[in-house]
């Protein structure tokens, strides 16, 4: 499916506010609301709309500190990152994992209540991990700029 305008601007505004109401958004992209509605369906249906999230403050919920850790891995071989994405992906304070080209073999991202309570998830998720020969993190003093908003309008 080809994106057009209207689409680029539907993706946009319900990226910065997913709760808004058919009639709002309607409203925001120039289209009548069972216009709106019909290609809202279709971009779900389509898979460019992949979910509607509530997106819950860390400071809130007592986990302010957001922790990076570049894991180095043993081996290359299929066994070893399937094990280890397999056990990664259960462990709850990890918010994100990345595959990576360049000196680390993953990027996580970590959230934690503070330094001793990363200390806990170190000792027992992150050192049990199988197949890490290498760890390091690095703890993020403050959150310059941070957006879930994909960048629907450039080609």
Known sequence: MELDGIDRRLLEVLQRAGRMSNADLSEKVNLSPSACHRRV???EKSGFIKDYVALVDPRMIGRPSTVFVEITLSG??????DAFERAVARIPDVLECHLM???ADYLLKVVARDTEDFARIHRSSLATLPGVAQMQSSF???????TTAMPVNQT
């Open 41 to 43: 369906q279709r971009l």
């Open 76 to 81: 290359q071989a299929d066994e070893v990152l």
């Open 101 to 103: 080209a360049g000196t």
């Open 140 to 146: 993020a003093l403050r959150t310059v700029f941070k």
